[in-house]
């Protein structure tokens, strides 16, 4: 009889301990499929822009003046150092090790924290941009300049729309760095309670 007792008030304990935690998992679960959602469409979306940046660069470099051949090239050089980038910095963040909730919140983990360094190397990537659009304009300044006496308007418009478009990238990165920061938090606190 007392034997039926004890093992009652421990099934009691059991069950009560038990319960959150399954909605715990599930809820990390549901977490992670989104976030592998996420992983995915972004890539997709990722390299949808990489491919588009290609196109307009094989549009340009069919343009007349030497000065398209010059931003062809640019833009393929971007496209394909942006594109080792994320390959080289997103390397084994593709799938977990185990099918455990633990692996998988681990992958999270070098999800977020390799999108944080995306960041990072993004901001740099872009100053790189810069310094490589003004040297390609000051080595072929002799056919620009004509162009820019040429067309002034044109190259006012251009020049205006280089120069808000920094701001607004970098506004964007550290933006989205914040975000990803809070994120890496919430993992960080999953993967404290998956230990315990």
Known sequence: MSEDRELDIWRDQWSGVAE?????????????KRQDRRFVLGNVLTGIAFLGMLIFALFLRHQS??????????ICALVFVSVGL??????????????????????????????????????YLS???IIFCAA????DWATIGQDVRAHPKNWE????????MQPVLWFGAVWLRR?????LNEVNKVLDEIKD
């Not at 084994?92 to 998988?104: D, I, K, M, N, V």
């Not at 390609?136 to 080595?139: C, D, I, K, Q, V």
């Open 127 to 129: 100053l790189g941009w």
């Open 136 to 139: 390609l304009a000051a080595a």
């Open 86 to 123: 994320r390959v080289w910095v997103l390397r084994r963040t593709w799938r977990p090790q185990t099918q455990s909730t633990r692996a998988f919140a681990e992958l999270w983990h070098k999800r977020v924290a390799a999108r944080i360094r995306l960041l990072r190397i993004s901001i």
């Open 179 to 183: 975000r990803k920061l809070a994120e």
């Open 20 to 32: 959150p935690l399954v909605g715990f998992r599930h809820r990390i679960q549901q977490r992670i």
């Open 157 to 164: 418009e251009l020049l205006v729309a280089c120069v808000l």
């Open 65 to 74: 003046s030497s000065m398209g051949t010059g931003w062809a090239t640019g």
